[in-house]
C-alpha cells in the first residue's frame, strides 16, 4: 500500500515522536511518505534518526492554507496513496479534506489528548462525523470522553504510543536512603502541591528518602514555595532539564505521579521502563498502565495521604519494590512494544 502520514512538524513532542515511530514501522511492509504541513523548519534529533535510518521521504509543504490543501490533493493523487494517518486538528482537517478530493480510500485523523479546546473540539468532531473513515486515539481514557461528547462511535480506534528500546528489567538492592522520582512538565495539570503534601505526610512517617523533582515549566517557583512552605528542603531535589533524566530515573526506587488528568502518560511509561513501582492517581490511561496490588497503587485525585502510606509501604520491603518493578516493565513489553505497535497498526491497515 502507498501510506502517507500528514503531520504539523517532527520537532520535539509525542505526537511527532509517535508520527516518526509509525513511519518507521510502516515502511517495512509499505510505502510511506510524510508529509510536513508547517515546513521542514527543524526536526528534533531524535526524530531525524528514526526516519533516517528508515529511509522515509519528506515533503515541506509551503504556502497558504488553501495551496497547502490542493498541494496535498496533487501529492495524493500523484503517489496513488491508499491510506492516510493525520495527527492533530489542523491536519485532521487538512488531511481529510485534501483526501477525500484525491479519492483516496482510507483517511484517520489522529488524537493525543483526553480533551480539547473547544474550536478544535468541534473541527474534530465534524471532520470525524462527516468525512474521515475514523479516528486513531492513543489512550482509552480519550476515546470514552470524545464518544460521549459528540463524535460517532463508528471507528473509533485506540492505538497506544509504542515504546522504543525497552531496558531489561532491573533488580535493585535495599540502601539506607530510597529515591522517589517523578518527572514531567512544571504545570498545573500535575498537581505539584499535592506531591509535595504527600512528601510532608510521608516524612511523619518516616525519613529514609529524597524525592527527586524532574521538569521545568510556569510552577517552578511554586513548587519551591511549597517545598519550603510543608518544610521538606531536605527531602526534596529540583532538577531543571537535566541532561541525565534517564540516568535520574534509572537511580529511583519509586515513581510517583499526582496529575489531574493525564491521557497515556510517557513519563510513567518510562518508569516502566526502568523497573519502577508506581503511585499514581487514577487518571485518563492510567488504569491500564497500573494494576493495583501488580505493578503499583492507584489513588484518587489529591489523595495525598493515602498516597503517603503507599509509598511508605513500598520503602519497607525492598521485594515488593523489586516484584512490582518487574512487573511494570513486563506490562510495558506485553502492551505497548514496538512489535504490539506495529502489529496494531498492520491489523487495521489490512481490514
Known amino acids: 500500500m502507498n501510506t502517507a502520514i500528514l503531520i504539523p512538524t517532527l520537532k520535539q513532542g509525542g505526537a511527532e515522536k509517535q508520527a516518526a515511530l509509525l513511519a518507521a514501522t510502516l515502511t517495512k511492509h509499505h510505502h510511506v511518505d510524510i508529509f510536513l504541513l508547517y515546513g521542514i523548519d527543524s526536526i528534533a534529533p531524535q526524530n531525524k534518526e528514526i526516519i533516517d535510518q528508515a529511509n ?42 485534501a483526501g477525500r478530493m484525491a479519492g483516496v480510500r482510507r483517511i484517520y485523523g489522529g488524537i493525543r489528548n483526553t480533551s480539547l479546546e473547544w474550536h478544535k473540539h468541534i473541527a474534530d468532531m465534524l471532520t470525524h462525523n462527516l468525512i474521515s473513515t475514523g479516528t486513531i486515539y492513543n489512550c482509552h481514557s480519550g476515546l470514552t470522553h470524545f464518544t460521549s461528547k459528540g463524535f460517532r462511535k463508528r471507528n473509533n480506534i485506540v492505538i497506544p504510543n509504542g515504546f522504543i528500546d525497552i531496558a531489561e528489567p532491573i533488580v535493585r538492592k535495599d540502601r539506607d536512603i ?68 534517564q540516568d535520574i530515573i534509572r537511580n529511583a526506587d519509586i515513581y510517583l505521579s499526582t496529575s489531574l488528568f493525564e491521557g497515556t502518560s510517557n513519563s510513567i511509561m518510562e518508569a516502566m521502563n526502568w523497573s519502577l513501582p508506581i503511585v499514581a492517581t487514577n487518571v ?26 503507599s509509598i511508605a509501604t513500598l520503602l519497607s520491603r525492598s521485594e515488593i519494590r523489586n516484584q512490582y518493578g518487574k512487573c511494570s516493565n513486563d506490562t510495558l513489553r506485553s502492551k505497548y512494544s514496538m512489535e504490539v505497535f506495529e502489529t496494531r497498526y498492520l491489523e487495521l491497515i489490512k481490514q
Not at 503534601?197 to 513548587?223: P, S
Not at 485518563?284 to 489529591?302: A, C, F, S, Y
Open 284 to 309: 485518563g490511561d492510567n488504569d491500564h498502565l497500573i494494576v493495583e496490588g501488580v505493578n503499583g497503587m492507584l489513588h484518587p485525585i489529591g489523595d495525598y495521604i493515602g498516597m503517603a502510606h
Open 178 to 245: 530510597k529515591h522517589i522520582v517523578t518527572a514531567g512538565r512544571f504545570v498545573p495539570q500535575k498537581d505539584y502541591k499535592t506531591l509535595i503534601r504527600t512528601i510532608a505526610h510521608l516524612k511523619t512517617l518516616r525519613n529514609d528518602f529524597v524525592m527527586d523533582i524532574i521538569g521545568y515549566g510556569e510552577e517552578e517557583q511554586n513548587i519551591r514555595q511549597w517545598v519550603n512552605e510543608f518544610g521538606v528542603e531536605q527531602n526534596v531535589n529540583i532538577y531543571i532539564k537535566p541532561d541525565n533524566v
Open 56 to 97: 522515509v521521504t519528506i515533503h515541506s509543504l509551503s504556502g497558504g492554507m488553501i495551496s497547502k490543501l490542493f498541494r496535498l490533493k496533487r501529492e495524493f493523487k500523484t503517489r496513488k496513496i491508499d491510506i492516510i494517518f493525520n495527527y492533530l486538528t489542523s491536519c485532521n482537517v487538512v488531511g481529510a479534506l
